[in-house]
């Protein structure tokens, strides 16, 4: 049974930082792709951040130089660090994994930042 738990979601000020993490089992990690999505309310999901089995990464313009996507192998996990946040990040993220025609999303964790 393949599960995908993300933690680490909180309310956090403008200008703060977080970091999300999403703890995979049931598949093969290391060759999965790995994504960071967030769904605010009335709005699509979008991608965030996505790092492949290799490292490669690529970011959302609205996240780059800001957000941050890393994976270890060895823990079967997925990181987002999340610096220099704004209200606009306020979202619920959600994980997701990717190899071949299989993807699994984890339950998403709520973002929310605000004074």
């Known amino acids: 049974q393949v599960q995908l738990v993300e933690s680490g979601g909180g309310l956090v000020q403008p200008g703060g930082s977080l970091r999300l993490s999403c703890a995979a089992s049931?598949?093969?990690?290391?060759?999965?792709?790995m994504g960071w999505y967030r769904q605010a309310p009335g709005k699509e999901r979008e991608l965030v951040a996505d790092i492949t089995g290799s490292g490669r990464t690529k970011y959302a313009e609205s996240v780059k130089g800001r957000f941050s996507i890393s994976r270890d192998n060895a823990k079967n996990t997925v990181y987002l660090q999340m610096n220099s946040m704004k209200p606009e990040d306020t979202a619920v993220y959600y994980c997701k994994s990717r190899w071949l025609s299989s993807e699994y999303w984890g339950q998403g964790t709520q973002v929310t930042v605000s004074s």
């Open positions: 049931g598949i093969i990690f290391s060759v999965n792709a």
